[in-house]
């Protein structure tokens, strides 16, 4: 039997779940077994435990659907466990370094306990210091082993199911198990309290507690805080039960009515039903309240004898009285010019408009990417919508001319991103955009990362220095309703590098719909667009942006390399957007495609694509044509810029690391060969997950239609897709 069982649910923290489980792992101590309790086996959660469970028979995933919620989930691993004492961390959370030997230490010197409450560090999830409020609660408990009438205030409810361990003999005997619903550790705390006969405390921090950025799920408005009260009344009547002291009781009894009166005293908290719970509550403070019990002092005695008299429309005079009576304006950034701040002003003060739908790509460079795939799927399936594309001055004919367009800036700019009800964008809009109440903004992203994005980029100094701050970038994320994902990789770090209350949807990106519906018809019109000669063997050569360079700077003398691969090798150069101008810089057999606008086009033209670190590899390899990576200052770039795994190791096609390894490469054969297809079959199988043709139309139906998410159309299995065929025969994965 291990001395521990580490219980880690990974609901809805599935981007932080590797810090969690690693900081158990790396535990000084090591009799224990791991327990991650996942939603499926085929979530991204479950990839995290499954890999780590290959590596360390000591972590043992289990299952538990998310109907079941938290309490569910830690129930499953409670009914898995089979060490001595219960452990429960969240799946955000992380054990500090020596959290196991000193609770195995402190349980050594007090002998078996029901229950070990040890301090917990709150730390801000950006910036402030952190916190223990454990600490005070802790301190005033004996030193050893204690029957819990010797600390009558240690009732269990003021401290996190997290913050203890548990004698897992002792949670048997009692049928201990989380209550199903909201505050499951308000239930489950105090009654386990209630119930244990030996107690002991550990004064120093086992875990730390990373404060989400949107702040516990708990704290938001709805009808799940009235649920406080189905947790609060079988904790009251178990103390009624074992027959607790006069002064356990009473310090239960407060520190219950505690929680329950600081949701009455919040109506953003409960914005229906409020007088409903006010008298359930008044009838549970009838019936349990000790003999003898004084209430505390101040305002929160005050409302503790109006709850006691059932007093609803005082309590509401009171609460209201509390409240400041003037509250500092929220500043909003408008848009710059008096007259325009003042239109666009009014224009918020006008209603929504339900079938106006706003779209922006890469700033306004035109349209393309996701949010023009999106768009023409929604002509399709929703033709009831009014499109605006939002454009730079400069770029008007980058927009078809059926399409309408607005140009940045401008005042019709500024109208229909105050009216709109659907704003979406790869990127984001201007910091003077106000989201407003019943507006839907989606965020498609524009690639896969392999490199660190949002926050993550916060400890690297130069891209830091270019994203500028990181309280407005985040604020930019508030915005967001939806954001999608091509694969469960790009879940994870989404989650992780723009924390928020958005929805994540697994549907692909809409613009490779087309890898996997253009025709033999549509590659070779985007070969003659591009000026491919009949029977050449098109190389695409799309090199990332390097955030320590200032402008770009080609690492491969491109004509050098077409004359030492073949003569049949024409290359088609896309350097990142970052670096188009509008023009053209073909010379001889290579063929400057960075200012088309279509990189979908330029993909399906191209025979093989040989890149560094760009993220069209990810979307190329939904055709299943080779992929060579040109990685010759890997170092550099990581060091640099950050990444989320390690192309070397995990390449989608044959590695070069010199101008010859890469000529080599593509003299030989090997560019195409067996070997590279098997590479590319297992890169296409983690990162081509969702994109199966139908991202865009999944994303309408959702967003622009309203469909519920058992309706939308599931996503094709890789094995069943047809890549677009390409110019020449290739060898498949």
Known sequence: MPRFSVIVPSHGVAGRLSQALDSVLGQSFGDFELIPVCRTPD?????????????????????????????????????????????????????????????????????????????????????????????????????????????????????????????????????????????????????????????????????????RRQGSRLNLPGAHHAELLDQVEPVLVRAAELGLSDARRAALFEHLFAAVLKTAAH??????????????????????????????????????????????????????ANRATTAALRAVPYPR?????????????????????VYCAYWGRGYACNPAAIHAKARELAPRLRAVFLVESGQEHAVPKDVEHAVIGSRRYWEVLARATYLVNNANFAEGVVKRRGSVHVQTQHGTPLKKMGVDQSTYPVVAAATGSFAKLLGRVDRWDYNLSSNRHSTRVWERAFPGSYEQLEYGYPRNDVYCTATAADVARARAELGVPEGATAVLYA??????????????????????????????????YFYDRGGAASTGRVIDVTAHRSAEDVCLAADALVTDYSSIMFDYANLDRPIVVYADD???????????????????????????????????????????????????ERFCEFDDGRAAERVVRRVFLGEPPEAIPPVLPLAERVPAPAAAPLVRS
């Open 337 to 357: 010019g008096l007259r325009t701040r003042a239109l666009y002003r009014w224009h918020l003060s006008r209603p929504l408009d339900p079938d106006l739908a």
């Open 634 to 684: 890997w170092d550099v770039y990581r060091e640099t810029r950050g990444v989320c795994f390690d192309l070397l190791a995990e390449p989608p096609g044959p590695v070069a690391r010199t101008p010859e390894e890469l000529a080599g490469v593509f003299r030989d054969g090997s560019w195409a060969d067996a070997a590279s297809a098997a590479l590319r079959a297992r890169f296409r």
């Open 267 to 320: 109506p953003r908290r409960l914005p229906a039903r409020r007088r409903a719970f006010f008298r359930r509550a008044a009838e549970l403070y009838a019936a349990h309240r000790p003999p003898g019990f004084r209430p505390p002092g101040g305002s929160l005695g005050v409302q503790h004898r109006l709850l006691a008299r059932g007093a609803y429309a005082a309590f509401r005079a009171l609460r209201g």
């Open 543 to 576: 090199p990332t942006h390097r955030d320590h360079h200032s402008g770009f700077e080609s690492a491969l003398d491109l004509e050098a390399f077409c004359a030492a691969a073949g003569e049949d090798v024409v290359v088609l150069l896309r350097a990142h």
């Open 43 to 211: 979530c991204s959660a479950a990839d995290v435990a499954a890999a780590l469970a290959g590596r360390d028979s000591r972590v043992a995933p289990v299952h538990s659907p998310p109907a079941d919620g938290l309490a569910g989930a830690r129930n499953t691993g409670l009914r898995a466990a089979t060490g001595a004492y219960v452990l429960f961390l969240d799946g955000d959370d992380v054990l500090v370094p020596g959290a196991l030997a000193a609770l195995d230490a402190r349980l050594a010197g007090t002998g078996d306990v029901d229950v070990l409450y040890f301090e917990h560090e709150r730390v801000p999830w950006w910036e402030g210091d952190p916190a223990n409020p454990a600490a005070p609660l802790l301190a005033a408990a004996p030193d050893g082993a204690f029957a819990p009438d010797a600390a009558p205030r240690l009732t269990g409810v003021r401290l996190p199911a997290w913050s203890a361990a548990y004698r897992r003999g002792f949670l048997a005997e009692q049928r201990l198990v989380f209550p199903a619903g909201h505050f499951t550790d308000v239930g489950f705390g105090g009654r386990a309290a209630a119930a244990a006969a030996r107690m002991a405390v550990l004064r120093s921090v086992v875990v730390r507690h990373l404060v």
